[in-house]
C-alpha cells in the first residue's frame, strides 16, 4: 500500500535546522544546519523528486534533493523576505516574492526571477505588499502577481523580469486585471492555462490569452465564510480551501467555524464537509485523502477526508505552549504543520515545541511511527512528504 519511496524533509524554521528523512522508518539521510527557511513560502515541488525553499536568513533559493547524494543541489541568491514561491510548469523558471518577514507592515518591493537551467537571476522591484505569484507557461512564461490593496493580477513576462539590467529596476506590469483588495490565496491549473485568487467575494479565475490574461466567472465559497489558503489537487483536478467563518475576533478563535472546500475543476461542482470549531490552517493532499489539522482547547485532531468523502477522526496529544481562550492562536504559541504526499498513505503530523512528528497511515487512521529529534519544532515547523514520481510537481505554487 505505501510501498513506493517517499521522503520526508522537515524543517524547524526557528532553529535553523533542516531534515532529510525516509519515510516509513524515519532514517535520516541528510540534515542541514544554520538554514532558516521561509515557512510562509513553503516548500515547492520541482519533476524528479526535487524541492525549491528559500533560507530567508542567508537569502538564497534552494533545490533539495532528498533522493540524492547530495542534499542541496542548487543555492542561488534572491531577495527576502520570502513571501511566496512559485515555478512554470516545467519547474525551470522560478519567482520569489517579498513580503513582512518580521517587521509589521510590508516595506520591500523585490522580486527575483531564476531560470534554473541557465543559472541566471535577476531581481526587480514591483509594488510593496504582501503578492502572491504564479507562472504560466504557454511557450513564452507569464509572471503573475496578485496584489491587495489596491487588489490587481498584474501580469509581466519572465523573459522580460530575467533580462532587467542591474540595480533592481522598477518594472511596469504589461497587463492588469482587477480584484478585491482582501486577496490571499492562490493556484494555477497548468492544463487549462487557468490562474485562481482566493478573496471574500470568491474565487476570482482568468484565463491565459496570448501575453495577457482574460478576467472568468467567480467561483462562490456559497457559504457565509471565506477561504483563505487555496490549493490545486492534481489527483483529480480540484481546487481546495478551508472556509474559515464565526467571530472575526481573534481572541475567540475555539469559536471559529471550519469547512473543507472542494470545487472541482471538470464538473464544476462544489462540495463543502464541516470539520468542527478551533483554528484549521493549512490541508495536505495523500493519495485517497485530504487531511487538516483542528487544534482546540478541548482536543487536537487530525481529520481525514477520504476520496468517497467519508471522515475520520484522529486524536492528537497536546502541545505544551499551544493556543488557549482568551489568547490569539498566532502570537508566541505553538502550532502544527501538515505533511502527504499525492502517492501514497502517509501522513505527517507535527507536534510543536516537542521535536515530534506523527507519521499516520491515512487508510485506517493509525500512528505507524512517531519521529524525534532534538529540535523542538517551535511554532510548528513545517514539512514536505513526496514521493520520486507521485505527482505533486503538478502543483507549481510553493506550500
Same mark, same amino acid.
Given at each position: 500500500?505505501?510501498?513506493?519511496?517517499?521522503?520526508?524533509?522537515?524543517?524547524?524554521?526557528?532553529?535553523?535546522?533542516?531534515?532529510?528523512?525516509?519515510?516509513?522508518?524515519?532514517?535520516?539521510?541528510?540534515?542541514?544546519? +544554520?538554514?532558516? !527557511?521561509? @515557512? *510562509? &513560502?513553503?516548500?515547492? /515541488?520541482? $519533476?524528479?523528486?526535487?524541492? =525549491? %525553499?528559500?533560507?530567508?536568513?542567508?537569502?538564497?533559493?534552494?533545490?533539495?534533493?532528498?533522493? +540524492?547524494?547530495? !542534499?542541496? @543541489? *542548487? &543555492?542561488?541568491?534572491? /531577495?527576502? $523576505?520570502?513571501?511566496?514561491? =512559485? %515555478?512554470?510548469?516545467?519547474?525551470?523558471?522560478?519567482?520569489?516574492?517579498?513580503?513582512?518577514?518580521?517587521?509589521?507592515?510590508?516595506?520591500?518591493?523585490?522580486?527575483?526571477?531564476?531560470?534554473?537551467?541557465?543559472?541566471?537571476?535577476?531581481?526587480?522591484?514591483?509594488?510593496?505588499?504582501?503578492?502572491?505569484?504564479?507562472?504560466?507557461?504557454?511557450?513564452?512564461?507569464?509572471?503573475?502577481?496578485?496584489?491587495?490593496?489596491?487588489?490587481?493580477?498584474?501580469?509581466?513576462?519572465?523573459?522580460?523580469?530575467?533580462?532587467?539590467?542591474?540595480?533592481?529596476?522598477?518594472?511596469?506590469?504589461?497587463?492588469?486585471?482587477?480584484?478585491?483588495?482582501?486577496?490571499?490565496?492562490?493556484?494555477?491549473?497548468?492544463?487549462?492555462?487557468?490562474?485562481?485568487?482566493?478573496?471574500?467575494?470568491?474565487?476570482?479565475?482568468?484565463?491565459?490569452?496570448?501575453?495577457?490574461?482574460?478576467?472568468?466567472?467567480?467561483?462562490?465559497?456559497?457559504?457565509?465564510?471565506?477561504?483563505?489558503?487555496?490549493?490545486?489537487?492534481?489527483?483529480?483536478?480540484?481546487?481546495?480551501?478551508?472556509?474559515?467563518?464565526?467571530?472575526?475576533?481573534?481572541?475567540?478563535?475555539?469559536?471559529?467555524?471550519?469547512?473543507?472546500?472542494?470545487?472541482?475543476?471538470?464538473?464544476?461542482?462544489?462540495?463543502?464537509?464541516?470539520?468542527?470549531?478551533?483554528?484549521?490552517?493549512?490541508?495536505?493532499?495523500?493519495?485517497?485523502?485530504?487531511?487538516?489539522?483542528?487544534?482546540?482547547?478541548?482536543?487536537?485532531?487530525?481529520?481525514?477526508?477520504?476520496?468517497?468523502?467519508?471522515?475520520?477522526?484522529?486524536?492528537?496529544?497536546?502541545?505544551?505552549?499551544?493556543?488557549?481562550?482568551?489568547?490569539?492562536?498566532?502570537?508566541?504559541?505553538?502550532?502544527?504543520?501538515?505533511?502527504?504526499?499525492?502517492?501514497?498513505?502517509?501522513?505527517?503530523?507535527?507536534?510543536?515545541?516537542?521535536?515530534?512528528?506523527?507519521?499516520?497511515?491515512?487508510?485506517?487512521?493509525?500512528?505507524?511511527?512517531?519521529?524525534?529529534?532534538?529540535?523542538?519544532?517551535?511554532?510548528?515547523?513545517?514539512?514536505?512528504?513526496?514521493?520520486?514520481?507521485?505527482?505533486?510537481?503538478?502543483?507549481?505554487?510553493?506550500?
Amino acid at each position: 500500500m505505501n510501498a513506493t519511496a517517499s521522503a520526508l524533509l522537515v524543517s524547524d524554521h526557528m532553529d535553523g535546522v533542516v531534515y532529510a528523512l525516509a519515510v516509513p522508518d524515519g532514517t535520516v539521510t541528510g540534515r542541514l544546519t +544554520g538554514r532558516h !527557511l521561509s @515557512e *510562509h &513560502a513553503g516548500f515547492l /515541488a520541482l $519533476p524528479g523528486g526535487r524541492v =525549491a %525553499c528559500v533560507d530567508d536568513r542567508r537569502g538564497e533559493l534552494l533545490v533539495l534533493d532528498p533522493f +540524492g547524494a547530495r !542534499l542541496v @543541489e *542548487h &543555492a542561488v541568491p534572491v /531577495a527576502v $523576505p520570502a513571501e511566496h514561491l =512559485a %515555478c512554470d510548469p516545467t519547474g525551470r523558471r522560478l519567482v520569489v516574492t517579498t513580503g513582512l518577514g518580521r517587521s509589521t507592515e510590508p516595506w520591500s518591493d523585490l522580486l527575483t526571477v531564476v531560470d534554473l537551467a541557465t543559472g541566471e537571476a535577476a531581481r526587480v522591484r514591483t509594488r510593496v505588499g504582501e503578492p502572491g505569484v504564479t507562472v504560466l507557461d504557454g511557450g513564452d512564461p507569464l509572471v503573475v502577481l496578485r496584489h491587495r490593496e489596491p487588489g490587481a493580477l498584474a501580469v509581466h513576462r519572465f523573459a522580460d523580469l530575467l533580462a532587467a539590467p542591474p540595480g533592481c529596476p522598477v518594472v511596469t506590469p504589461h497587463a492588469l486585471l482587477p480584484l478585491p483588495d482582501d486577496g490571499h490565496g492562490d493556484a494555477q491549473d497548468p492544463a487549462s492555462e487557468r490562474v485562481f485568487a482566493a478573496t471574500s467575494a470568491g474565487v476570482h479565475a482568468a484565463r491565459r490569452r496570448g501575453d495577457t490574461l482574460v478576467a472568468e466567472s467567480v467561483i462562490p465559497w456559497e457559504s457565509p465564510a471565506r477561504g483563505w489558503y487555496l490549493r490545486l489537487d492534481t489527483r483529480r483536478r480540484a481546487l481546495w480551501s478551508t472556509l474559515r467563518g464565526g467571530p472575526p475576533d481573534p481572541l475567540r478563535w475555539p469559536d471559529w467555524t471550519n469547512q473543507a472546500w472542494r470545487h472541482d475543476l471538470e464538473t464544476g461542482s462544489t462540495l463543502h464537509t464541516e470539520l468542527g470549531p478551533g483554528l484549521v490552517f493549512r490541508l495536505a493532499l495523500a493519495r485517497n485523502h485530504t487531511a487538516f489539522t483542528r487544534i482546540h482547547p478541548d482536543g487536537d485532531e487530525l481529520v481525514l477526508l477520504g476520496a468517497d468523502d467519508s471522515l475520520r477522526r484522529v486524536p492528537l496529544p497536546a502541545m505544551d505552549g499551544a493556543p488557549r481562550r482568551g489568547g490569539t492562536p498566532w502570537e508566541g504559541v505553538q502550532r502544527r504543520a501538515v505533511a502527504a504526499s499525492p502517492g501514497s498513505d502517509w501522513v505527517a503530523v507535527t507536534r510543536g515545541g516537542h521535536g515530534e512528528v506523527h507519521l499516520i497511515d491515512a487508510a485506517t487512521g493509525h500512528e505507524t511511527t512517531r519521529l524525534r529529534w532534538d529540535t523542538p519544532l517551535d511554532h510548528g515547523g513545517h514539512m514536505m512528504l513526496l514521493g520520486r514520481n507521485d505527482g505533486a510537481e503538478g502543483d507549481p505554487v510553493g506550500r
